[in-house]
């Protein structure tokens, strides 16, 4: 949402990660390793392809469907095999190195090639470099005016309550649900968690809002994290009492866990949705 | 059963306190004179909560003992005091802490971690624990060098973990043995 200028590489993205990240959820509530086959990571190796296309050239010149078709050939030809070995045939790469001396020369030799091979294509197939080599994403010229981005804000201001706030909620729910299958002494049922998660986002997106109307700004994510993570601190003493007085419990360390990182999601998606709605703006303004 | 291995256990134990007494809040004096080992059993308490991981409960104890091995370098320590005066507000005294240039130059805390060989593993697990939470922090600004560095961590950060909980296991038995051989 931050910096990727091709809207078509986002959404690709953006439906890749969620579809990931609801097979995670139904492997942690039916632990099926199948589910990992039907659901598999594509996003993370679809994000490398972009990154790597933006150290020399514009991703803005990707059509939708060079886009599409990449994405496809990760997911079939690279993921599916992959996630088969890994969780339905449940090899063990490590093991099969002991076993075998001669995979790890094999595997250097084997990444080594696919290097050359790809800066070989880069250099001579490829078109000309747009850009030259860089790694930081904020080295290039922005493409959004400060006057479009505070227009977004606007936007985000007065319409944030709709179908994004029902994307934080998903996101996070489903994260939360994952991670408390992680940590120990999780208690709560997925719907209660579920439901507390709802509620605390609702909050925090009230609480931005209504900073946001009254002029308040944030110099930085950092500082932005922070003011929201000492909000979510109160509001979870104010569960800590709340259930103190009666018969409930809370774990204090894993509350803890689960408010900071709710936070830090929360904090992410808010700071970087307007840019996202800015570039939607200027790319088809009729529909925006 | 045969004795000599019921005086080994015995020895083992007393040696190397149980879990039990692990207490972080257990800074300075009385802190310092539990052994090494004993501090940091992680293969033990690993075995004992039957956790695979006991996160971050776990985490956040050896970090406390980190500091606290940090705490050890200073050529001066913290006592309790029961004096009269101005230190009934703060009842603690500030005392050199004998062999201080040693101390100073680490030699103390060098010798005591060759004996164990365990520290250093801690450290190990604490840098793959903060590289797991910082290097995704830094995707937006770096995104290709951080999502290769992050997919190369989790590659190989449980190969390092069951090899420092080997590594542990077999510190604290070679120690064993070798403070059993002594005395």
Known sequence: MRNWQNIHAFEVSRFLCYYRMVGVTLFELFHNRTLSLIFPNTFEYFFIFIEATRLRWSPSRLSRKTIIIAAAFIWIVIKLPQEYWIHVAQHDTTDLMKEHSWMLPAMIVAIVAILAGGYWASTRKCPPADVSLRFDADAGKPDLTPDQTAGANRTFVTCSFDSDLLEKIIMVSMISIIFSNVLPNVNSTKLQLSTGVAAII??????????????????????????????NVVIAFGFYLILRSGSGSIHLGNTLFFFL???????????????????????????? | MDPASSITTTETRDHYPAEDNWNPSLLGHQFRRMPVCSRLSLADRKRDSGEKWAFPGWYFDNLAFVVTLWFDQLPFRLQPSDEVGWSRRFPFRLSRRSGMWTEIAGIRQIERRME?????????????????????????????????????????????????????????????KRSISIT
């Open chain 1, 261 to 288: 990182l709710l936070t830090l999601l929360v904090t992410l998606f808010d700071r970087y949705l307007p840019f996202y709605l800015a570039r939607v703006c200027v790319k088809s303004p009729a529909t925006a």
């Open chain 2, 116 to 176: 164990c060989g365990v520290d250093s593993d801690v450290l190990i697990f604490l840098a793959v624990v903060f590289l797991r939470f910082s290097v995704p922090l830094l995707i937006p600004r770096f995104p290709l060098p951080s999502i290769v560095s992050c997919l190369i961590i989790n590659g190989v950060d449980q190969i390092i973990f069951q090899n420092i909980l080997i590594s542990i296991s077999r510190g604290i038995r070679d120690t064993t």
């Open chain 1, 202 to 231: 609702i909050v925090n997106s009230l609480l931005s809002v209504w900073l946001a109307r009254r002029g308040v700004g944030w110099s930085s994510a950092f500082t932005q994290f922070i003011a929201m993570a000492g909000s």
